[in-house]
């Protein structure tokens, strides 16, 4: 079955210090994958997203994702984060068969600390 | 241009009622999407809709359904509320439908709240 893994449930990090949020996807096509972002009480906004081609991705506010076919991961990526990227991140897989939809991760939440 | 329109944004309804809630597409998008997110289950597909047909179901109950008018605004209904419904229930809004190689915008959300 369709599956994605976001491993971290939290992570903090400083205000100033690279991030990377892990993904992990189980599909056995190829996949259409994104990044959302999601802060409190509101809805989900697209960072990037991968459809073919070049497998680094750059996305808005600074963000960009890597696509490892041979790892099956999609992980997020950030030279230097900002007090407002604290938010909950989630990664999803684009499924066309058997049901035309999204499969996301659980989600990360980041913390980021001054 | 105008994003993607929920309404109302907050509801609280008492079980065993039923409930509908609203989605206005983006213009131009014919497919619309459902999802719910709740602390527990996390994100999960409920329908898509496409031109007016339900292409998509997701693992929900009967109690739970949709429908899409000509103008691609779409609204679900979910009958006989029980408190496990509670949650921010998400509209999402494609050209093609949210599984293609399109972008998926999504709304706001409205938050349902069963007492």
């Known amino acids: 079955a369709q599956s994605v893994t976001q491993p971290d449930i939290h992570i903090t990090v400083s205000e100033g210090a690279s991030l990377e949020l892990r993904c992990n996807y189980s599909y056995g096509a190829t996949p259409y994958l994104f990044w959302y972002v999601q802060s409190p009480g509101q809805g989900l906004q697209l960072l990037l997203k991968?459809?073919?081609?070049?497998?680094l991705v750059q996305g808005i506010k600074g963000f960009e994702a890597e696509f490892k076919r041979s790892q099956s991961s999609f992980n997020l990526r950030k030279p230097s984060v900002h007090w407002s990227d604290a938010a909950e991140y989630f990664c999803a897989v684009g499924i066309m068969e058997y049901g035309n939809k999204l499969v996301f991760g659980a989600g990360t939440i980041l913390r980021v600390k001054s | 241009k105008a994003g993607v329109t929920q309404t109302p944004r907050y509801l609280i309804k008492t079980r065993g009622q039923q409930v509908t809630l609203s989605c206005s597409p983006i213009?131009?998008?014919?497919?619309v999407s459902w999802y719910q997110q709740t602390p527990g289950q996390g994100l999960q597909f409920l329908f898509e809709y496409f031109s007016e047909t339900q292409r998509n179901k997701g693992n929900f109950p009967g109690r739970f359904s949709g429908r899409q008018f000509s103008n691609s605004r779409s609204e679900m209904n979910v009958s006989t509320l029980e408190l496990g419904d509670s949650a921010l229930y998400l509209c999402?809004?494609?050209?093609?439908?949210?599984?293609?190689?399109?972008?998926?915008?999504f709304g706001q959300g409205t938050r349902l709240t069963v007492v």
């Open positions: 213009s131009g998008h014919r497919s």
């Open positions: 991968y459809f073919s081609g070049d497998t």
């Open positions: 999402a809004s494609s050209l093609k439908g949210t599984g293609w190689n399109t972008e998926a915008f």
